[in-house]
């Protein structure tokens, strides 16, 4: 129910942007909690960004804050994330995520899961 896609290339130098959209049903977008989430081999899934029903709130990993920023357009039913000043720590698979109003920004939260696109940006 929900699908992942990206613009531009999944590959950018330290340094660079890239920048992920997530289409998802108007059903979605009403109920459900939006988030991105990350893995790397080894490493658990872990939370990058949420934002809440209506955008009012967003919520971001520290390790992040700062560079990626989560936003919406519910005209077309897009979630999007915006990727500033990548760092090789940040290459991982990136899934798009929906789950209840109100729970914690943990995978293990999350229902409904996009198919995941790589991101690597080299050292």
């Known amino acids: 129910q929900v699908h992942l896609a990206y613009s531009g290339e999944g590959e950018a130098q330290a340094g660079g942007s890239l920048r992920f959209s997530c289409e998802a049903s108007l059903y979605t977008y009403s109920t459900y909690y939006m988030g991105w989430f990350r893995q790397s081999p080894g490493k658990e899934r872990e939370g990058v960004a949420s934002i809440s029903v209506g955008g009012v709130r967003t919520l971001y990993a520290v390790s992040v804050k700062g560079r990626f920023t989560i936003s919406q357009d519910n005209a077309k039913n897009t979630l999007y994330l915006q990727m500033n000043t990548l760092k090789p720590e940040d290459t991982a698979m990136y899934y798009c995520?929906?789950?209840?109003?109100?729970?914690?920004?943990?995978?293990?939260?999350?229902?409904?899961w996009g198919q995941g696109t790589q991101v690597t940006v080299p050292s």
């Open positions: 995520a929906a789950g209840p109003v109100g729970v914690k920004m943990v995978a293990a939260s999350f229902g409904y």
